[in-house]
């Protein structure tokens, strides 16, 4: 097994499983952002527990940072090395005659997409490990009441934040609607259910991003109208 | 048919290169492409012209040995074929056509539009075999029994003429199509199984270390290949590749 890492099929089985772990995570943080629209309350508990639970924030938030740098980082990695691997370029190429768009700007989504990471880690991740573990205050309340549905809220009146948030969530549909069929493909899932997950994977890639446009507009219009 | 045709001259490996113009008049639509070709070289050679250096051998879409990146995609815009099947009829009269080598860091350019693709042979020797015994006691094929469907699998992977449009299309210039026909071909079949440990491994080190990208799926070599190799052989490398690497 020595070197695995360091061979081409290695590095796309490692890229595939920690895309498959991202996505499974962004099916949770949407499972629990949809809360937000339907019961505040529910949505302020669940993420008191998110936020506190030890086993969440030092065991299963580290893996996820962790997760999130590889795949950013590996994605660089393989794409400096695909980009050498054509030094001279072609004259004409007519990669729509074959391939999709999404499948050939993987790259220009993931960077949109880990712009879009950064933002969102000024937005809610900082403040958040700020008020936790430098002010030390883990109780989730401010002025008597969880503070969760508030910041949420008061993030999403700006509609140039809004505007951005949807536009990286488009972008993250175009990323996963190539992404998660193409994960199945690199651990070697190609068979019978092939067609079948192919479907699920469109509903997936744009249903998730669509949601979460959904609960950002949703949040938006109701302080603006 | 009158044509203009944008070709990529380059005298050696040493020369920088470049597209050049080339007017073409009285192309018939029933000529192959490279009989196309063969026009135009015997006119650059009443001309004194250097002719244009192309790879050609059976021209019947069978030995692997034509190439060509015609406006934009190997083998030009027909589905299925190489380019010694591609026929002027898929172009319209007045066309602009751009004829390019296949590019990649492993196939690098010898002259013109010939390409050294000795790569692929290296990526051959290093697994792409079975080691059979073949000193008289051999034994008879019909007793070792092999399903339809493993059969017709095997044979499909087995079509790949190796021609590289796989490599060529693939915007990563990855070499993973042709190496898993071949790990496929064997790996599907009864004989292949003593080997497929070392075969995929060794195979994947020689297709990595001949420069090669990596594989992102996109699918642009399954819709060249000229003999429709289908990703799941991919798929089925990456599986054998990585119960092998668990294997050691």
Redesign the interface.
Known sequence: MSGILSSSIGRKFAMAISALFLMIFLLQHFAINILSVFSPDTFNEVSHFMGTFWVIQYALQPVLIFGVVFHFVMGFVLEIKNTKARQIKYAVNNGGANSSWMSRNMIWSGLAILAFVVLHFIDFWIPEINIKYIQGDMSGMHNGEFRYFHELVEKFHSPLRVGAYCLAFVFLALHLLHGFESAFQSVGANNKYTKGLKNFSKIYAIGIPAGFIFIALFHHLNQVL | MNLTL?I?RQKNANDKGK?VDYQISDVSPDMSFLEMLDVLNNQLIEKGDSPVAFDHDCREGICGMCSL?I???AHG?DRRVTTCQLHMRMFKDGDTI?I?PF????FPIIKDLVVDRSAFDRVQHAGGFISVNTSGNTQDANSIPISKHAADKAMDAATCIGCGACVA?C????A?LFVSAKVSQYALLPQGQVEATDRVLNM??Q??DE??????????CE??CPKGIS??N??????E??SA??K?
């Open positions: 944008k990529w597209m990146y406006n934009g995609e815009p751009h390019e590019r990649a860091k492993a299309s915007k990563n210039s990855s993973m994947v080190q297709m990595d420069g090669f990208g990596n594989c992102t799926n996109t699918g642009a819709v060249e990703l799941e991919i798929a089925r490398m990456n599986r590749y990585l690497s668990f050691g």
